[in-house]
């Protein structure tokens, strides 16, 4: 059997790309927030594949996180701020897994990262603030 990308061949199997799918949800691939129905749904944790251009950066550090993270550089050099530390990912590879803590970021090349996230917490969200392209707080 073919599956062609970014289709939904049933209830538990989802085949696509992360390019091209990042656009329904600001970046966000899988979490609570995709549908009922949607092999991508999750209340365990989020996926999110982002693109940013250099010198992107969130606004606001997010505050009050309970949630635990996981950043993965896929491309460029992109820097975690993070409050006793900054952690710089500049090799494809690195990561940095952190624990409810307040965070920031920064792109010092154009990067690709890949977020992880858990739990997946329903509403819990941050204003958005133009630069973050993620639906909720965080990564």
Do not use: C
């Amino acid at each position: 059997m073919v599956v062609l990308a970014s289709s939904l061949v049933s209830e538990t199997v989802y085949a696509g790309n992360a390019g091209a799918d990042a656009s329904e949800s600001r970046g966000w691939l899988l979490g609570y927030f995709k549908p009922e129905h949607d092999a991508r749904r999750s209340d365990e944790l989020e996926v999110k594949w982002a693109i940013h251009p250099k010198g992107d950066q969130r606004q606001e550090w997010v505050a009050s996180e309970r949630r635990s993270a996981m950043l993965l550089l896929v491309s460029g050099r992109f820097r975690v701020e993070l409050p006793e530390r900054t952690v710089l990912l500049a090799q494809q590879g690195d990561y940095v897994v952190f624990h409810g803590l307040s965070h920031s970021w920064y792109a010092e090349e154009g990067s690709v990262v890949l977020a992880v996230r858990w739990p997946s917490v329903p509403g819990y969200a941050a204003p958005e603030d133009g630069q973050d392209t993620g639906h909720t707080s965080g990564a």
